[in-house]
């Protein structure tokens, strides 16, 4: 699906919000791409964001989910909107046991009210492109 920006300087408001979330700058997620209505960003692993077996904790990985379809979201918003998450539909496919971990947030459905998100995870580098992560969004205009 192809989407317009409601506002001509969407990318860099997408970076303005990113950077003013705490949990962002506290896990280093770092911001890739931004369209409009797609975006995606890097988790990179440190010692902190991994459970018992090595491998990243779902939490981290589940706020990865939530920047990258957050910030899909808002790039497609008006001025003087902004977003809250309400719902979250997501599934575990494997682990995750690379260095760096990929999110890929895309809308699917702008309502005037929800915006339908959906957000991939992979493991990277990964010939395969093998998802690890697979997560349904829903975010509140507000």
């Known amino acids: 699906m192809v989407f317009e920006p409601r506002k001509e ?14 949990i962002h700058r506290f896990l280093d997620i770092r911001l890739d791409e931004i369209q409009p209505g ?48 309400v719902n979250f539909a997501v599934s575990l496919l494997r682990p995750a046991r690379s260095d760096e971990i990929r999110g890929e947030g895309r809308v699917i459905k702008a309502g005037r009210r929800l915006y339908f998100c959906e957000t991939n995870l992979f493991n990277e580098p990964d010939e395969t492109r093998e998802k690890i992560m697979a997560a349904t969004i829903t975010l509140a205009v507000i």
């Open 9 to 22: 300087n969407y990318r860099e408001a997408v970076r303005s919000l990113f950077k003013s979330i705490p």
């Open 38 to 85: 797609y975006v995606s960003a890097f988790l990179k692993k440190r010692p902190e964001l991994l459970q018992q077996h090595g491998y990243f904790q779902a939490g981290a990985l589940i706020t990865l989910a939530d920047a990258v379809a957050g910030a899909a979201a808002y790039s497609l918003m008006a001025e003087g909107e902004n977003i809250l998450s």
